[in-house]
């Protein structure tokens, strides 16, 4: 029988490996050699935490930072560095989530479909 935590260390290997993540290492690589697009995704991605941060915490999010974090988004999606880097930030995202299902088959099997805590399946 084989030991999970080897075969966990052959997949992390194996995703490191990848096209997949060489090509996020590639993008993120290039967004961080230019100071300018380091620095505008460097505030996308706090004005993304923080955003998110206030929602988990039932803060009500204004109107003034939704239309800073749409503006910037536009900024970002105008981007084509960005934009490459956060196709490839996706790519992995669903690789990683179906990763997930296929890890978790068993306890599914087992249990039945998790539910999320919004009440959807998983």
């Known amino acids: 029988m084989a030991n999970v935590y080897d075969v966990a260390y052959d997949l992390e290997k194996a995703l490191r490996n990848s096209e997949d993540f060489t090509a996020l290492k590639q993008s993120y690589d290039e967004v961080n050699n230019n100071p300018e697009t380091k620095e505008l995704f460097g505030k996308f991605r706090d004005i993304q935490v923080n955003l998110q941060q ?14 800073e974090a749409q503006k910037l988004f536009a900024d970002v999606q105008q ?6 880097l956060m196709a490839a930030e996706q790519r ?31």
Do not use: A, F
């Not at 206030?54 to 239309?67: F, H, R, W, Y």
């Not at 981007?79 to 490459?84: A, H, L, Q």
């Open 79 to 84: 981007n084509e560095t960005i934009s490459k």
């Open 92 to 122: 992995m995202s669903m690789i990683i989530n179906d990763l997930n299902k296929v890890i978790t088959k068993p306890l599914e099997e087992l249990y039945g479909p998790m539910v999320e805590q919004d009440g959807q399946q998983q």
């Open 54 to 67: 206030k929602q988990m915490n039932g803060q009500e999010v204004t109107p003034e930072e939704i239309e």
